[in-house]
């Protein structure tokens, strides 16, 4: 018996090739049932990120406030101004408290986030020795929160101890 010619086979085998339409919509119908479970997810890890960000921001800010006081043997602090009705940011400052003051860094802090516990005066101010001004009180902290208008907001707190330390605290529980 004979086999058929050649070129019989090559046209079969290129007529069962490659996917059919329903195979291709079962698909694209899987990755968009996927897509809508994690796209909430992704935005919750972005929000966090975003807020766990700004709240390192302010922390490294104060510890170099703390090393400029004890380098240049002269007072530092850090000045947090919240935003006020019409503008679109908080104000972060480093200043040396040398005669006459003299402001050494600023950056600025989107309104998505807010200040709902700040130190008296708004300043934590670190000496020569690199302990917190004013001696007293144990603890001074500063609680960010954000983003501000979600439903799911998360607090950080950065806490400035009398003797000098400045821890950064994530919440127990991320929402």
Do not use: C
């Amino acid at each position: 018996m004979a086999l058929p010619p050649p070129v019989l086979q090559e046209k079969t085998f290129r007529r069962h090739s490659g996917f059919s339409l329903l195979e291709v919509l079962i698909v694209i119908a899987i990755i968009a049932a996927v897509s809508l479970v994690a796209a909430p997810w992704f935005a919750r890890i972005s929000q966090r990120s975003k807020l766990r960000s700004a709240a390192r921001e302010v922390h490294a800010t104060l510890l170099a406030a703390r090393m400029t006081a004890v380098r240049s043997g002269i007072p530092a602090s850090v000045r947090i101004t919240p935003a006020v009705s019409g503008t679109s940011h908080h104000s972060v400052e480093t200043w040396l408290e040398a005669t006459p003051a003299r402001r050494l860094k600023e950056f600025r802090l989107p309104t998505q986030f807010q200040f709902v516990t700040l130190p008296p005066g708004n300043d934590v101010v670190f000496t020569a020795d690199g302990r917190r001004n004013p001696p007293g009180t144990a603890r001074e902290d500063i609680v960010i929160e954000g983003l501000v208008g979600s439903a799911l907001s998360n607090r950080i707190t950065l806490e400035a101890y009398e003797n000098g330390r400045v821890a950064f605290v994530p919440p127990t529980e991320w929402r």
